[in-house]
T-cell receptor, first 115, second 111 residues
Framework: EAQVTQNPRYLITVTGKKLTVTCSQNMNHEYMSWYRQDPGLGLRQIYYSMNVEVTDKGDVPEGYKVSRKEKRNFPLILESPSPNQTSLYFC??????????????FGQGTRLTVV | GQQVMQIPQYQHVQEGEDFTTYCNSSTTLSNIQWYKQRPGGHPVFLIQLVKSGEVKKQKRLTFQFGEAKKNSSLHITTTQTTDVGTYFCAGRSGGYQKVTFGTGTKLQVIP
């Protein structure tokens, strides 16, 4: 079954404690993204990756890091989380075909609370 | 930077009424995608439009891409309670790999 798997689904942490949210896809997609979703602001892209070892900033990258060492995995790292990073996070993946990004498949989401 | 606005932010309709959400980009888009997110769920792809002036239909849903490729709309006829959710448009400007989502329209259908 084609899917994007995020873990954990829920996380409560304290300010400053480093955390990683994992994302894995089994569709051999080139393009992967992380988004955060906040009320009234829609989905905002944090980082994206065009392929292995190729990553770039989205619209709200401050306070986040990513890596793409393997095609299937795209972890999101918060080195020093702060309360303003409390949000719902989604990982997504797509094909990159002929210069176009195809439909995105989303993970189930990670609800992060930073206290 | 690219901005994509959607209106309205919220819409309550009586079951059986029609519904339309509009998506407006500050820049010309190479394509536009539409997604639906059910309450508590994740966004699910509905459709992609690529050509200027393109119109596509999926049963009761009609999607349009503007002639200038800067706006789009989603129209649902005869709404049902299963249509409840938030509808997002998403676009990318040519030459850029960033994807920008609209702010979303939350649809409530009153039985």
């Amino acid at each position: 079954e084609a899917q994007v798997t995020q873990n954990p689904r829920y996380l409560i942490t304290v300010t400053g404690k480093k955390l990683t949210v994992t994302c894995s896809q089994n569709m051999n997609h080139e393009y992967m993204s992380w988004y955060r979703q906040d009320p009234g602001l829609g989905l905002r892209q944090i980082y994206y990756s065009m392929n292995v070892e190729v990553t770039d900033k989205g619209d709200v990258p401050e306070g986040y890091k990513v890596s793409r060492k393997e095609k299937r995995n795209f972890p999101l790292i918060l080195e020093s989380p702060s309360p303003n990073q409390t949000s719902l996070y989604f990982c997504a993946s797509s094909f990159w075909l002929g210069g176009e990004i195809t439909e995105a498949f989303f993970g189930q989401g990670t609800r992060l609370t930073v206290v | 930077g690219q901005q994509v606005m959607q209106i309205p932010q919220y819409q309550h309709v009586q079951e059986g009424e029609d519904f339309t959400t509009y998506c407006n980009s500050s820049t010309t888009l190479s394509n536009i995608q539409w997604y639906k997110q059910r309450p508590g769920g994740h966004p699910v792809f509905l459709i992609q439009l690529v050509k200027s002036g393109e119109v596509k239909k999926q049963k009761r849903l009609t999607f349009q891409f503007g002639e200038a490729k800067k706006n789009s709309s989603l129209h649902i006829t005869t709404t049902q309670t299963t249509d409840v959710g938030t509808y997002f448009c998403a676009g990318r400007s040519g030459g850029y790999q960033k994807v920008t989502f609209g702010t979303g329209t939350k649809l409530q259908v009153i039985p």
